[in-house]
């Protein structure tokens, strides 16, 4: 079988956290929800092929085959709503959910979860109109309520926004710190993936770069500074002149023959 194919994870690619497979596959949502959601065969299957989604996403990215899925659509006031308690509401509900996972893997969830929770219930943004009657809830700002979107999307489904967000150059700073501080083993392997993949491409096309877009995405997900211009090329060497030309070069001869030379 070809090592190098989607189906198989890169050998240099440093093994996944069990729990932040689950939490990328389950998504944010059934954190957040008020009733006990169920995981389904299709979740574990998914849950078992997250090294191969990695690397078939990697070699998309390198392929600039990926499309990116549009940003989901938040409900404010559900949100607010949703992230207004405590992670002890939620942490009950939370817990029955996982009980079909494999022993071990349940504590290190629940302290993702909460995490996650944590990370919403700051992000949010929250916008008051004091009245007499006390605080009435405003809609926030368009962007904040964007920025807001981006960290929702990267805890509802890691690799499809990470990808997404690098190849057409979108992705945030801001978020790629909070998902690799989040997800430190998944963000690894996707770091080591698409090194594979591009390596790979440059072995087969030596002049191979990363599309530009794409090239922008990875330089914010990675927290390198943005070039903002290509590196001049080298200046041309300045043509001979005609007395550089008439000039002999004198190194090797004699002494007799270097005042011979000058005469000349």
């Known amino acids: 079988m070809d090592p190098t194919s989607p189906s ?15 939490a990328a596959v389950l998504g944010v949502r059934p954190v957040l929800s008020k009733r006990v959601e169920t995981i389904n065969r ?6 078992a092929k997250v090294p191969e989604t990695i690397r078939r996403q990697a070699k998309a990215l390198a392929a600039d085959t990926i499309v990116p899925a549009a940003l989901p659509t938040v409900d404010y ?22 009980r079909p996972l494999p022993d071990g893997i349940e504590l290190a969830y629940m302290h993702l979860a909460a995490t996650e929770f944590a990370l919403l219930q700051k992000a949010l943004p929250k916008a008051g ?6 605080t ?18 990267a805890f509802d489904d890691p690799m499809g926004y990470v990808f997404g967000a690098i190849a057409d150059g979108s992705m945030s700073r801001d978020v790629a710190k909070l998902v690799r501080q989040t997800f430190p083993t998944l963000t690894a392997a996707i770091d080591a993936e698409i090194h594979q993949a591009v390596v790979e491409k440059v072995a087969k096309t030596k002049d191979y770069v990363l599309p530009w877009r794409a090239e922008i995405g990875m330089q914010a997900w990675t927290d390198q500074p943005l070039e903002t211009s290509p590196p001049a090329p080298p ?4 043509p001979a002149s005609k007395a550089d030309d008439d000039k002999i ?11 011979e030379a000058g005469a000349k």
């Open 129 to 134: 109109w004091q009245t007499y009657a006390g």
């Open 77 to 98: 006031q559900q949100m607010l709503e949703d992230t207004s308690g405590s992670w002890s509401d939620d942490e009950a509900q939370v817990a029955m959910m996982i």
């Open 42 to 47: 299709a979740q574990f299957a998914a849950v």
């Open 249 to 259: 070069d004198t190194t090797d001869l004699t002494p007799a023959q270097r005042v």
């Open 136 to 153: 009435e809830n405003l809609e926030p700002d368009p962007m904040a309520m964007l920025q807001f979107t981006e960290v929702f999307a």
């Open 235 to 238: 200046l041309p060497a300045p």
């Open 8 to 22: 198989n994870p890169s050998p240099l690619a440093p093994a996944i956290d069990p729990a932040e497979c689950w």
